[in-house]
C-alpha cells in the first residue's frame, strides 16, 4: 500500500471524485484519466478498486479525523458541532459533496471483503471515541458519556447518508440540530449541570 504523504498528485486527483461518486462507480480505468494519470500507476499500487477505494477513504478519514481534533481542543459540545459543520458546509459548497458516510461504504464491503469492511468499523470508533471525549469536556459523566457518543455517531452517519442519497445539504443542519438537541434533553432527563464533573 502507497504512503499517500509521498504521492499527492495520485493522492489529490483520486480522493475528491471518489467523494462525489461513491464506491459503486469506481472502476480504476475512470479515475486513471484524471490529471492524466496513467492506468499503470493505479494498478501498481493497488489490485482491485476495493483497494483503491479503501486507501482513498482511509486518508479522507484520517485527514477529517484530524481536523475534528483541532475543533475537539478545549471545546464544548455545542462549540465543537458548531466548528465541525461549518467545516462540512464549506466543503459541501456548490457540490455534491456532503461527507463521507462510513458506515455505509463498511457495510456494503461486509458482503464481500469482512477483512476491509473491519477498517471501516475502526474508523468509526475512532470518531465515537472522539465524540466521547468532547462529551466528557462539556462535564458529562463516563458512563453517560461513552452511551451518547454511541447515539451521536448514529445520527451523524445516518445523516450524511440521507444528504448522499437527496443530494440536499439541509441534512448537514438537520445532524447538527438532532446532536445538539440530543445532548441538551440528555443533560436535562439525567439531571446533567453545566459544568458538573
Not at 484530524?66 to 461549518?86: G, H, P, S
Not at 456532503?98 to 463498511?106: I, R
Request: overall charge negative; hydrophobic content about 45%; charged content about 20%.
Amino acid at each position: 500500500m502507497p504512503n499517500w504523504g509521498e504521492m499527492p498528485s495520485l493522492r489529490s486527483s483520486l480522493q475528491f471524485p471518489f467523494l462525489l461518486s461513491g464506491q459503486h462507480i469506481f472502476y480504476i480505468s475512470f479515475y486513471s484519466t484524471i490529471n492524466l494519470l496513467k492506468r499503470r500507476l493505479c494498478y501498481f499500487y493497488f489490485k482491485s478498486k476495493e483497494e483503491l477505494a479503501v486507501a482513498v477513504i482511509s486518508y479522507y478519514q484520517a485527514a477529517l479525523l484530524d481536523k475534528m481534533q483541532d475543533f475537539a481542543v478545549n471545546r464544548a459540545w455545542e462549540d465543537f458541532l458548531n466548528d465541525i459543520f461549518t467545516y462540512l458546509d464549506s466543503l459541501s459548497a456548490n457540490s455534491a459533496l456532503l461527507g463521507c458516510p462510513f458506515a455505509v461504504m463498511g457495510m456494503e464491503l461486509a458482503l464481500q471483503r469482512s477483512e476491509i469492511a473491519k477498517g471501516y468499523l475502526e474508523g468509526l470508533k475512532h470518531f465515537q471515541a472522539l465524540f466521547c471525549r468532547v462529551l466528557l469536556q462539556s462535564g458529562i459523566p463516563q458512563p453517560h458519556a461513552e452511551a451518547l457518543s454511541e447515539r451521536m455517531i448514529a445520527v451523524y452517519q445516518g445523516n450524511l447518508l440521507l444528504g448522499r442519497i437527496s443530494q440536499d445539504h439541509i441534512y448537514l443542519d438537520i445532524a447538527k440540530e438532532s446532536m445538539i438537541h440530543m445532548y441538551q434533553e440528555y443533560r436535562a432527563f439525567y439531571a446533567i449541570a453545566l459544568g458538573e464533573e
